[in-house]
């Protein structure tokens, strides 16, 4: 089953306990920076009087996985998108195609690499939650398989429509992501790109690749039909020419002719 993480904003309290597990989980440097960069995964940050976290969405079709062109992002049955850095080539590609701006990359490194939160694959595989989740106070961060926390997350709603805005954020934005999340404000105000299609965005990329092949025949057939105009041309003149100029033995007979009469007409006559 596929696993996640269920953020409610109305219960965390800013204390910063999961920035700095995900530090000592993964081996980041500190300080834990305000905003998400290559050595610091998530940070929670302020807006409209709501406590948001930043982190990696784990996307349930990731475009970063899409795109890559080395398979450096995978995404696993679990649901962690994992990162090879042994394959990367530095190419960036996944760091414009996230709809969340999350991978970034290390600008300050002679071999720079990206960093995002990796949903503590380690843990997960072994069975356990996330750091994250586990350094939670609060209970904020919820781990479990991602078909129990829409359901809490349905309930909690339900529950509690006063506190909390009718919608999950996650459940369908770019087809599903394995982090979901709740909150009193609407989430148009918190920092998330807006609108968010609700279908997964690697069908974009698919769409627009799958024309590349028709594309390379028209301007193959394109190409080809302007090469046999142009040879065509340079047939007609070159023929054209072998007519109006007469050829080797011809030019010989007649410069033989010319000199012929010019030597009999010095010739005296008796």
């Not at 049955?77 to 701006?101: E, L, T, W």
């Not at 429509?161 to 609407?186: N, Q, R």
């Not at 007519?243 to 010319?258: F, H, I």
Request: hydrophobic fraction near 40%; glycine fraction near 8%; include cysteine.
């Amino acid at each position: 089953m596929s696993v996640g993480l269920l953020f409610d904003a109305t219960r965390c309290i800013a204390c910063g306990a999961c920035s700095a597990a995900c530090k000592e989980q993964n081996n980041l440097p500190l300080p834990i920076e305000p905003t998400l960069t290559a050595y610091t995964w998530t940070v929670v940050r302020e807006r409209q009087g709501v406590n948001i976290r930043s982190l990696c969405m784990h996307c349930l079709e990731p475009t970063c996985v899409s795109v890559c062109p080395v398979g450096a992002l995978v995404k696993t049955a679990r649901g962690p998108v994992v990162y090879d850095a042994a394959k990367c080539i530095g190419c960036r590609y996944c760091i414009m195609a996230c709809p969340f701006g999350v991978p970034k990359y290390q600008w300050d490194r002679a071999i720079p690499i990206v960093g995002k939160c990796i949903l503590c694959r380690e843990r997960v595989e072994a069975g356990m939650p996330t750091a994250c989740a586990s350094a939670c106070p609060t209970g904020a961060t919820l781990f479990g398989e991602r078909e129990a926390l829409v359901r809490e997350a349905r309930s909690r709603i339900h529950g509690r429509p006063d506190l909390y805005v009718d919608h999950i954020f996650g459940l369908e934005e770019v087809g599903g992501t394995s982090v979901l999340m709740l909150s009193s404000a609407p989430f148009e105000g918190l920092g998330f790109k807006n609108p968010l299609p609700k279908h997964p965005l690697p069908m974009l990329t698919w769409q627009a690749l799958s024309k590349i092949p028709d594309l390379v025949l028209m301007a193959g057939v394109l190409l080809y039909g302007i090469h046999w105009i142009t040879a065509r041309r340079e047939y007609v003149r070159a023929v054209a020419a072998r007519e109006v100029s007469p050829g080797p033995a011809a030019a010989l007979s007649g410069w033989l002719r010319s000199v012929w009469r010019r030597l009999s007409g010095r010739v005296e006559r008796p």
